[in-house]
């Protein structure tokens, strides 16, 4: 029998003193660590660095990947739906088949 093949790396990461993520009054989100408040950086915050960076190592530059990133929230109008539409296919019956597709992907959910 062999051994799981994952590793999980935890790494506290310093950043410059810059007000990257806000709340939604404004002020720079904070949390409790180590007996002081810090500033917080969000994962979603870093995801869309990721997302949008166009420097020399942008996800978009990587030969293995497949193109622009995409939120998840727009996949279906940007990957299903406008294809339908760009093809042809009426705007109501793409819309069905792509709620339809969602349905059966993802399930009914409070966020759907």
Not at 47 to 61: N, V
Request: charged residues 25%; positive net charge; contains cysteine.
């Amino acid at each position: 029998m062999s051994a799981p093949k994952f590793i999980q790396i935890h790494a506290l990461t310093s950043y410059p003193a810059s007000l990257l993520n806000r709340d939604d009054v404004g002020f720079a989100k904070r949390v409790p660590l180590g007996g002081v408040t810090r500033t917080r950086v969000s994962s979603q915050c870093l995801k869309r660095h990721w997302r949008t960076h166009d420097g020399e190592h942008a996800l978009s530059r990587i030969d293995a990947y497949p193109g622009e990133s995409v939120r998840s929230r727009l996949t279906f109008d940007l990957r299903i739906r406008q294809p339908l539409i760009n093809q042809g296919v009426k705007e109501e019956v793409a819309d069905e088949v792509t709620l339809a597709l969602m349905d059966e992907v993802l399930g009914s959910s409070a966020k759907a």
